[in-house]
T-cell receptor, first 118, second 114 residues
Framework: AQTVTQSQPEMSVQEAETVTLSCTYD???????LFWYKQPPSRQMILVIR??????QNATENRFSVNFQKAAKSFSLKISDSQLGDAAMYFC???????????????FGSGTQLTVLP | DTGVSQDPRHKITKRGQNVTFRCDPI?????LYWYRQTLGQGPEFLTY????????KSRLLSDRFSAERPKGSFSTLEIQRTEQGDSAMYLC????????????FGEGSRLTVL
């Protein structure tokens, strides 16, 4: 079974600064997807960024980018020019690329609570 | 708004009572998921539907839990004889049949068992 580990329960960053959230995962599969989801307080979880394991290029979405190290099974999220609205719980998640059964589900890490300081 | 909606948002019940949660997914989404999230933890998979068929159930889904999606649209999650350990946020998510994993989540139904 796949596992996802987020070793930073809490992080803080000054507004306009850059912060990196860490995530490692364990899998024996070679093809899969990795995600970062954001969960603001009392709001629904939304997708921040997605990475396909077969792509070597790191995904970017505006101020959000990832550092995907497949051999190291590491998938960190960098938030540049942090804004107050970035404050939330961030979850790293894994999904197999196998198109059947339990592979369709997402496996989440335990989350990192990000505080943005004005 | 055409997002995923869940009802009720909050439910307080006494141990031993039955509760039912409803999820209305995004209308064109074939897949529907239920997750459970406890405080300070990530969501844990409970079960998954493709249209009306329940294709996968986690071992977390004990016999007291049952989920249905009778017409392939909305879904219900019922917990019978609730226990204090059932207190959690129950999240519903939906996705298209062909997708690369992105799930669209509702705001969740928070259950407190006294």
């Amino acid at each position: 079974a796949q596992t996802v580990t987020q070793s930073q329960p809490e992080m803080s960053v000054q507004e306009a600064e850059t912060v990196t959230l860490s995530c490692t995962y364990d899998t024996s599969e070679s093809d899969y997807y990795l995600f970062w989801y954001k969960q603001p307080p009392s709001r629904q979880m939304i997708l921040v960024i997605r990475q396909e394991a077969y792509k070597q290029q790191n995904a970017t979405e505006n101020r959000f980018s990832v550092n995907f190290q497949k051999a190291a099974k590491s998938f960190s999220l960098k938030i540049s020019d942090s804004q107050l609205g970035d404050a939330a719980m961030y979850f790293c998640a894994y999904r197999s690329a196998v198109a059947s059964g339990s592979a369709r589900q997402l496996t989440f890490g335990s989350g990192t609570q990000l505080t943005v300081l004005p | 708004d055409t997002g995923v909606s869940q009802d009720p948002r909050h439910k307080i019940t006494k141990r031993g009572q039955n509760v039912t949660f409803r999820c209305d997914p995004i209308s064109e989404h074939n897949r529907l998921y239920w997750y459970r999230q406890t405080l300070g933890q990530g969501p844990e998979f409970l079960t998954y539907f493709q249209n009306e068929a329940q294709l996968e159930k986690s071992r977390l889904l004990s016999d007291r839990f049952s989920a249905e999606r009778p017409k392939g649209s909305f879904s219900t999650l019922e917990i019978q004889r609730t226990e204090q350990g059932d207190s959690a946020m129950y999240l519903c998510a939906s996705s298209l049949l062909k997708n690369t994993g992105e799930l669209f989540f509702g705001e969740g139904s928070r259950l407190t068992v006294l």
